[in-house]
């Protein structure tokens, strides 16, 4: 099985010195989608124990909008990969790419 964080380390990404500069930093979040109430099939709300699940659920999704606004206010560029975009091999590498892409088109606006 293929690991995100390798796919995304062969990302094809191509800048030149000076459009890394224009890029600044950008952060790769790979989220599972239970875990951070994604909203799709995946993310089934639980249904017992929900005096727990709910908060819990409410406090990650709130710590990762905190979590991608602190970086976006260090200069950071954000991207979210959900699991459900990346459940097999090809949507991995398909995820990969267009994260590449948007990495390139980011860098190369003035």
């Known amino acids: ?6 796919i995304f380390r ?11 500069r ?3 930093l950008y952060a790769i979040q790979v989220r599972g989608c239970f875990w951070h109430a994604h909203g799709c099939r995946r993310a089934n709300r639980p249904q017992s124990n929900t005096d727990y699940w709910v908060p819990k659920l409410a406090r990650n999704v709130a710590r990762d909008r905190k979590v991608d606004d602190g970086l976006r206010e260090l200069g950071w560029r954000v991207s979210v990969v959900w699991e459900c975009e990346i459940a097999s091999a090809n949507m991995l590498e398909e ?3 267009q994260v590449g892409r948007e990495i390139n088109r980011r860098a190369r606006k003035p």
Do not use: N
């Open 1 to 6: 099985m293929l690991e995100p964080t390798s």
């Open 10 to 20: 062969r990302m094809p990404i191509t800048l030149k010195l000076s459009q890394r």
């Open 22 to 24: 224009l890029m600044g």
């Open 95 to 97: 995820a990969a790419a």
